[in-house]
């Protein structure tokens, strides 16, 4: 599992004196030696907030062309402000904002939409 | 409604374990592909950092080491794509069956609501097999497909069998940037 993965990986980088991926990713201006690990985070937060956003905007409910929009602003918008402002990581690293951006971002669409859709039908139409 | 979309997000869910471990089984677990994955991996960083360092200037007997350097890269990834073939043919076959049964099942029925119209061109699928012309009921297949399209990436990479990143730049993955030849 990834979560093993991860903290097998902040072990091994343990004895280096950085701290686990979980404590860098939740800190601002953490260093990321490993560029896969950095955009490892970047792929699960895209998934967390895809989750999250499809819950509520199938509760609300928002709809058609608004909602889609409005998931690509905020899902590009929070990570653009998470890898530039709070991360502060050189973008051009990682081949520009362009390849971090689209970093996981296909397969979160589609979770949000299977999410968005989900709970749309199970709240509006049981 | 509800319990046709669950039912549906659970098929999936199982679908996607059940493509791994065929995969797994078949190919992952095989020592021919981690020894091509390791050296595809290891070559691709390689070659990645390479030329980051040689940047713009470059000499011609340089050049001709790069060139060496990608087309071995290319013939080691052309190799563990042929590996991958092999599964992808079994998964093929397995879910060409499974999808005919679920089509059956599923035939006609409205499994979810879509809070949005789809794309006229979207529309033959997330419509395909129901009666009526309001084109916000979901078929089977459409929510099968994104839920697929989320659940299977993200099993793989939870398992540690996604594709490496480098090794997709340097392939040229899908919406990436092709590989840039050498200057």
């Not at chain 2, 529309?123 to 084109?135: F, I, T």
């Amino acid at each position: 599992m990834t979560t093993r993965r991860r903290k097998k990986d902040g072990d091994d980088t343990a004895n280096g004196a950085l701290p686990s991926v979980w404590t860098r990713a939740f800190k601002a201006s953490s260093e990321w030696p490993d560029k896969d690990e950095f955009l490892d985070v970047i792929y699960w937060y895209r998934q967390v907030i895809a989750l999250i956003a499809g819950c509520i905007w199938g509760l609300i409910p928002l709809k058609g062309f608004i909602g889609l929009a409005l998931f690509v602003a905020l899902n590009a918008g929070i990570m653009y402000l998470y890898f530039s402002s709070f991360q502060e990581v050189d973008e051009e690293e990682y081949g520009g904002a362009w390849e971090i951006t689209k970093e996981g971002f296909m397969s979160s669409f589609a979770l949000f939409l299977v999410t968005w859709i989900l709970f749309y039908s199970a709240m509006h139409f049981p | 409604m509800l319990a046709d979309t669950l039912l549906i997000v659970f098929i999936s869910i199982c679908t996607a374990l059940l493509a791994e471990g065929i995969t797994w089984l078949l190919v992952y677990r095989t020592e021919k592909y981690q020894k091509l994955k390791s050296e595809v991996e290891k070559q691709s960083k390689k070659l990645e950092k390479r030329k980051e360092a040689i940047g713009e200037a470059i000499d011609k007997t340089q050049k001709r080491k790069l060139e060496k350097q990608e087309e071995k890269l290319k013939n080691n990834n052309r190799d563990l794509s042929l590996v991958k073939m092999k599964s992808m043919f079994a998964i093929g076959f397995c879910f060409t069956a499974l999808m005919s049964m679920f089509n059956s099942i599923f035939d006609g029925r409205v499994v979810a609501k879509l809070p949005f119209l789809p794309f006229s061109l979207l529309q033959g699928l997330s419509h395909r097999n129901l009666m009526g012309e309001d084109y916000t009921d979901c078929s089977f297949i459409f929510l099968y497909i994104l839920c697929t399209m989320s659940i299977r990436q993200n099993i793989q990479k939870m398992l540690g069998f996604a594709p490496s990143r480098a090794a997709n730049k340097q392939a040229g993955g899908f919406l990436g940037p092709p590989p840039q030849p050498p200057k």
